[in-house]
């Protein structure tokens, strides 16, 4: 039996399914069809879901007005041009932060592909052209939706993927994420652990407090990083051990790594990784697939699709080109 859902083909039956009723293999579309158009667009999200993708990621920062706004960082000067609206705007370092406009504002703004602040070019080439179109940021409402707008249009429920950025920064400012995160996302109905919901932070002492101290009952996904990115105040190396990711354990649901973490660099064969989280129950979603970003040893999108899903044993992963993952992932499934 076939399904035409928003103008794409998908076989309706046959599709693996973990025992908690997720497909075996999760697709989460990073920041929408980041790949095809502007990411954390409506139209990258209206496009993604259309593409079938199980998850539609939002990162997550706050305004002045304490508004949730979906924007991969707390700088708004790689995908707008505030340096051109609001110039007197800049903070000492020459950056423009979300935190200092209104959502008001921020919505005045022209979005577009992402780009080198400094330079000015386009950090992806081939992709969408820089100011073809006039693109807008949504608020974490506005995009919660649309989602669930078109999973009653079509028939077909993507969940939601929210990362809570920089909760010290945040906190630093005045402001509270973690709780207004959960605020919104009780709001609209996501409350238990069967909802279409995981909830991410790079921050453990945020999601800590959201499971403990607000008794959130959402999945939650901890998200590795490198030290010397500067995510949090946290030992990202500690966190891949047996040890470590027991503790993450006792608050997560998941992990979130790079995938070099789980894929060695150099030859693209599984690190100890995924074996040491799946011992401690942990799902493990890795990011990001791209398939202008591709590991040097990987030959195609597909090999690394393959390596990482089904020879490493990720339960799902992050990509800008969520149709390609859905496509494979399906594929293989029946």
């Known amino acids: 039996m076939f399904l035409l859902v ?5 076989l309706a039956v046959g599709f693996a399914f973990a025992n908690d009723g997720e497909p075996a293999k999760v697709v ?8 095809y158009l502007p990411e954390h ?14 998850y539609l990621e939002q990162d997550l920062v706050m305004t002045k007005d304490d508004r949730l706004l979906v924007l991969h960082d707390i700088h708004l000067d790689t995908v707008t041009d505030v ?13 423009f932060y979300a935190i200092d406009f209104t959502l008001e504002e921020i919505q005045s703004l022209n979005v577009s592909e992402r780009f080198h602040a400094k330079t000015g070019k386009p950090v992806y080439p081939t992709r969408y052209p820089l100011n073809e179109l ?15 707008g078109l999973n009653k249009s079509t028939g077909r429920e993507a969940g939601i993927y929210p990362e809570m950025k920089a909760p010290a920064f945040h906190a630093a400012e005045g402001k509270d ?17 069967d909802d279409k919901c995981y909830v991410q932070c790079f921050d453990p002492t945020a999601l800590i407090r959201m499971r403990q101290e607000l008794n959130c009952q ?14 949090a105040k946290t030992d990202y190396d500690a966190m891949k051990t047996a040890e ?12 979130g790594p790079w995938i070099p973490q789980v894929l060695d660099s150099d030859k693209g064969t599984p690190t100890d990784l995924i074996r040491l989280a799946k011992e401690q129950g942990l799902q493990v979603h890795p990011y990001t697939m791209r398939v202008d970003d591709l590991p040097k040893w990987a030959e195609s999108f597909d090999d690394l699709a393959v390596k990482l899903l089904y020879e490493a044993g990720a339960d799902g992963a992050f990509s800008d080109f969520p149709d390609l993952l859905v496509k494979i992932v399906r594929n293989r499934s029946f």
């Not at 667009?41 to 199980?54: S, V």
């Not at 949504?138 to 669930?148: A, K, T």
């Not at 994420?177 to 609209?188: F, H, K």
């Not at 959402?218 to 995510?231: F, H, R, T, Y």
């Open 83 to 95: 340096a051109r609206r609001f110039p007197e705007r800049k903070r000492a370092d020459g950056r």
């Open 28 to 35: 989460i579309a990073h920041r929408g069809a980041s790949g």
């Open 41 to 54: 667009t409506a139209p990258a999200k209206a496009m993604a879901h259309a593409q079938g993708a199980d």
């Open 134 to 148: 006039a693109f807008r940021l949504l608020s974490f409402e506005e995009e919660i939706e649309l989602i669930q």
């Open 218 to 231: 959402l999945k939650m996904v901890q998200l590795i990083g490198e030290n010397a990115w500067s995510e």
């Open 6 to 10: 928003s103008g794409f083909l998908f």
């Open 177 to 193: 994420i973690v709780a207004a995160t959960l605020e919104v996302l009780n709001r609209y109905g996501y409350t238990q652990k």
């Open 244 to 255: 470590g990711l027991n503790i993450i354990a006792g608050y997560a649901d998941g992990i």
